[in-house]
């Protein structure tokens, strides 16, 4: 992925109704679409002569396909009022990148309430053009009430998703040598913006982009210790499921493979995070985090 006279080499470019003078990036400012998640809706929408006039340099759809709407060298009209470390007026300094995504929804039915932590629960979400999503299969709800987005029942980022943002964003890095920091709409616009929500891995994306250690890796490896047991097993126990593997222990959108139900694997590490116990484990190649009480101790049997 090169970046070819302000245009990303390989992805589509449908050009967008508003586009502003020449300018200078310096930061990249995320957003949630806020729209239909139907491929190719939202952009259509973002490219159009829409009421709001607003336009932005790329949409990254659930898929992973990436749409350039706008030169990285001029202005889109996304951000609207903000500033940036006191400097105002972040259109114009700014590349803009929208991620399909619902954002904040509206709770639908009674909440549920965590007798582990006391924290509320909702599997559900009404959007703001009524459409009602229901967590499992390919939608991660979570209802999250924090001091930036305020409370709501918000949907989790695909991992395809979050993998083309990041390649994304290297290439904008490494081709743009005036870029400095990747941030987002709610920190721009504070108050009057919430987006992208709260299940955005914004340190983890900053961190794969601008070369800084993960934080989310650290927390994982300083709060856990390795397996007190060496060749320690642990066998799935999903009740005829599949087990997510993650790649930090959280259930943020960060999953990475599905265990099927009664495989052995073998543990690396445990922890307890927020609560849970975890194992850090390898399964298919790759190691990830999977929750502990889905899994029961494995003795191997003897060779005779």
């Known amino acids: 992925m090169r970046i070819i006279n302000h245009k990303v080499e390989g992805l589509t470019f449908q050009e967008a109704h508003y586009i502003g003078d020449v300018i200078t990036p310096e930061i990249v400012v995320l957003h949630d679409a806020a729209g239909r998640l139907e ?20 949409v990254v759809e659930r898929d992973a396909t990436v749409t350039q709407q706008v030169p990285t060298n001029r202005r889109a009209n996304h951000a609207g009022q903000s500033s940036y470390h006191g400097r105002t007026g972040c259109n114009g300094f700014s590349i803009g990148i929208e991620l399909v995504n619902p954002g904040k929804m509206t ?33 991660d709800i979570e209802y999250v009430d924090t001091p930036q987005h305020g409370a709501g029942v918000w949907m989790g980022y695909t991992v395809e998703q979050i993998d083309a943002l990041v390649a994304l964003l290297s290439a904008l890095f490494r081709d743009i040598p005036t870029l400095k920091d990747i941030t987002t709409h709610w920190y721009v616009s504070p108050g009057r913006k919430v987006d992208p929500g709260p299940l955005f891995p914004l340190e983890q994306v900053r961190a794969l982009v601008l070369g800084r250690d993960d934080p989310a890796d650290a927390a994982a490896e300083e709060g ?10 642990v066998q799935i126990k999903a009740n005829g499921d599949t087990l997510n593997m993650r790649r930090w222990p959280s259930f943020n959108p960060n999953v990475i493979a599905a265990i099927p139900d009664g495989v052995v694997v073998p543990v690396i590490r445990s922890g307890t995070f927020d609560g849970r116990s975890w194992h850090l484990v390898t399964y ?18 003897p060779h005779l």
Do not use: C
């Open 224 to 233: 856990s210790s390795l397996s007190a047991i060496n060749d320690m097993m």
């Open 284 to 301: 298919a190649g790759r190691e990830g985090w999977i929750v502990a009480s889905y899994t029961s101790p494995h003795q191997s049997e």
């Open 39 to 58: 491929k190719g809706n939202s952009a259509a929408y973002l490219a159009s002569a829409n009421p709001g006039k607003v336009s932005v340099h790329f």
């Open 107 to 139: 709770t639908v039915g009674e909440l549920g309430r965590s007798l582990r932590n006391g924290s509320y629960s909702a599997d559900k979400g009404r959007a703001w053009w009524g459409q009602i999503f229901e967590a499992g299969g390919e939608f």
